[in-house]
């Protein structure tokens, strides 16, 4: 197979998190029953977004009515920004998998309505206008892309920045967030681009990437045989894994962009820009480093970050002298198996930020174990008793005991010998063993660090 050079856009539609529609007072809402979020009026977050993703911002804008004929937009215009975008000239950071930095740019971003939302049951097309008139912001990228994890990971990013920038729920599933990916692929840099492919219709990230390579496997065999193929649109079938067919370009879209007539130029002061970036939440890599900085693993700092509401409680925590690695683990583990079983957020509970700092430096002190925990969470988790008080009631009373430990630690190795030459033998499971029979021992009362340390100190 000869070797090409892809080069790779990708366009974004994401629906914003605001309570009506952008021209309409209907409700903005998802799930409901076809049809009814709409008026007469259905047949933005002015800089927000564009800091997020380092764009230089517009002042002074107009909107543009869009002209084409459609099913899917019954007034056969969608009011859009052509000549104006909100945001241009930005870029995304993302990391490869060889941990190369690149940057992804944004040519521009503007601000348009959503269409009607069309259904295909066999040769008829269902037309749900509930979506029509959402706002939306359209994200286009330079074509910078150059493979499918470019794309994978673009996404990914941008999903995330604007989640965390409470501009879009970004939810795939539900259609608030689409993509649609320009493919070409040329011999050489110097070469004009390759005729381009549309990507349409991608249900997910992962078939983003999928799709971006079947294409380039497809693009690859024509050339290869010598021949060529008009510029056209493909969607991506995800029962087969790769891209059909859906139209050829057989002519560029001629849409007769003009300025909105009925909505007056919209200037952007210098209070308003102020005012749309100061109420941006702190932003996924910030949180990151943060956590890094005082003693998170890589792995908690990752799965916090992927936990919105886990990551706000967390930060609350930041300038409290506690041991944050345990504070990350007690989150993401015990706590976090309680709240997926209820299907509850952390802010369903009564764990205040008082009450969680005393349990984190409890199990910091050993004075809880791990098996404490589990015996008292649902109780932590549902009242608002202090955790000494809880622990009083429930009676729990650990062994801190250092000769006591000592004790059942020798009785354990006297009534273990072969576990105990395992051990010499350098066998690591062996050690595991022996403390496994110490905490049954002692009915998990035992302080483990301080049983471990006894234990590896007979041994020894």
């Given at each position: 197979?000869?070797?090409?050079?892809?080069?790779?856009?990708?366009?974004?539609?994401?629906?914003?998190?605001?309570?009506?529609?952008?021209?309409?007072?209907?409700?903005?809402?998802y799930g409901e029953m076809a049809n009814s979020l709409t008026n007469v009026v259905d047949?933005?977050?002015?800089?927000?977004?564009?800091?997020?993703?380092?764009?230089?911002?517009?002042?002074?804008?107009?909107?543009?009515?869009?002209?084409?004929?459609?099913?899917?937009?019954?007034?056969?215009?969608?009011?859009?920004?052509?000549?104006?975008?909100?945001?241009?000239?930005?870029?995304?950071?993302?990391?490869?998998?060889?941990?190369?930095?690149?940057?992804?740019?944004?040519?521009?971003?503007?601000?348009?309505?959503?269409?009607?939302?069309?259904?295909?049951?066999?040769?008829?097309?269902?037309?749900?206008?509930?979506?029509?008139?959402?706002?939306?912001?359209?994200?286009?990228?330079?074509?910078?892309?150059?493979?499918?994890?470019?794309?994978?990971?673009?996404?990914?990013?941008?999903?995330?920045?604007?989640?965390?920038?409470?501009?879009?729920?970004?939810?795939?599933?539900?259609?608030?967030?689409?993509?649609?990916?320009?493919?070409?692929?040329?011999?050489?840099?110097?070469?004009?681009?390759?005729?381009?492919?549309?990507?349409?219709?991608?249900?997910?990230?992962?078939?983003?990437?999928?799709?971006?390579?079947?294409?380039?496997?497809?693009?690859?065999?024509?050339?290869?045989?010598?021949?060529?193929?008009?510029?056209?649109?493909?969607?991506?079938?995800?029962?087969?894994?790769?891209?059909?067919?859906?139209?050829?370009?057989?002519?560029?879209?001629?849409?007769?962009?003009?300025?909105?007539?009925?909505?007056?130029?919209?200037?952007?002061?210098?209070?308003?820009?102020?005012?749309?970036?100061?109420?941006?939440?702190?932003?996924?890599?910030?949180?990151?480093?943060?956590?890094?900085?005082?003693?998170?693993?890589?792995?908690?700092?990752?799965?916090?970050?992927?936990?919105?509401?886990?990551?706000?409680?967390?930060?609350?925590?930041?300038?409290?002298?506690?041991?944050?690695?345990?504070?990350?683990?007690?989150?993401?583990?015990?706590?976090?198996?309680?709240?997926?079983?209820?299907?509850?957020?952390?802010?369903?509970?009564?764990?205040?930020?008082?009450?969680?700092?005393?349990?984190?430096?409890?199990?910091d002190n050993n004075t809880l174990t791990s098996k404490n925990l589990k015996d008292i969470?649902?109780?932590?988790?549902?009242?608002?008793?202090?955790?000494?008080?809880?622990?009083?009631?429930?009676?729990?009373?650990?062994?801190?005991?250092?000769?006591?430990?000592?004790?059942?630690?020798?009785?354990?190795?006297?009534?273990?010998?072969?576990?105990?030459?395992?051990?010499?033998?350098?066998?690591?499971?062996?050690?595991?063993?022996?403390?496994?029979?110490?905490?049954?021992?002692?009915?998990?009362?035992?302080?483990?660090?301080?049983?471990?340390?006894?234990?590896?100190?007979?041994?020894?």
């Amino acid at each position: 197979m000869s070797n090409y050079i892809p080069t790779i856009g990708v366009e974004v539609h994401v629906e914003l998190k605001t309570k009506t529609k952008i021209f309409s007072n209907s409700i903005n809402g998802y799930g409901e029953m076809a049809n009814s979020l709409t008026n007469v009026v259905d047949l933005a977050y002015p800089g927000k977004a564009a800091t997020i993703l380092n764009c230089k911002i517009r002042r002074i804008m107009h909107f543009d009515r869009k002209n084409y004929f459609y099913p899917d937009i019954s007034k056969n215009y969608q009011i859009t920004q052509n000549a104006t975008p909100i945001g241009y000239d930005g870029y995304v950071e993302i990391t490869k998998s060889t941990g190369e930095k690149k940057k992804v740019y944004i040519e521009e971003m503007h601000i348009e309505e959503d269409t009607c939302k069309s259904a295909h049951r066999g040769t008829k097309t269902l037309l749900d206008f509930n979506r029509a008139g959402v706002p939306l912001i359209e994200i286009v990228t330079k074509p910078c892309m150059s493979d499918g994890e470019d794309v994978k990971l673009y996404l990914e990013k941008l999903r995330e920045l604007l989640s965390f920038g409470d501009i879009s729920d970004c939810k795939i599933e539900e259609g608030s967030m689409r993509a649609d990916v320009n493919v070409s692929i040329r011999k050489n840099e110097s070469d004009p681009l390759g005729t381009k492919a549309e990507i349409k219709n991608i249900g997910s990230i992962s078939n983003a990437k999928l799709g971006v390579e079947k294409e380039i496997e497809r693009q690859t065999k024509i050339y290869d045989a010598g021949e060529t193929f008009k510029p056209q649109t493909r969607r991506f079938d995800d029962k087969i894994n790769d891209t059909v067919l859906m139209r050829v370009k057989e002519t560029g879209n001629d849409y007769r962009y003009f300025p909105e007539p009925d909505i007056p130029y919209v200037i952007l002061t210098d209070e308003m820009i102020e005012r749309a970036i100061n109420s941006i939440p702190m932003l996924p890599d910030e949180r990151r480093e943060k956590y890094k900085k005082l003693g998170v693993s890589d792995i908690n700092t990752e799965k916090l970050v992927a936990n919105r509401s886990l990551s706000d409680y967390f930060n609350t925590l930041l300038d409290e002298k506690i041991n944050h690695q345990i504070a990350s683990n007690l989150l993401l583990g015990d706590i976090s198996g309680y709240l997926n079983k209820n299907e509850k957020l952390i802010t369903d509970t009564t764990l205040s930020k008082e009450r969680f700092i005393e349990l984190v430096n409890l199990i910091d002190n050993n004075t809880l174990t791990s098996k404490n925990l589990k015996d008292i969470l649902d109780i932590v988790l549902e009242s608002d008793k202090s955790i000494q008080t809880i622990i009083k009631e429930q009676g729990i009373e650990n062994i801190t005991d250092d000769s006591e430990i000592r004790n059942i630690v020798k009785e354990i190795i006297n009534n273990n010998p072969e576990s105990v030459n395992d051990y010499k033998q350098g066998h690591d499971r062996a050690i595991k063993y022996l403390m496994g029979q110490v905490m049954k021992e002692t009915k998990g009362k035992a302080n483990p660090k301080m049983a471990m340390d006894i234990l590896t100190e007979e041994l020894n």
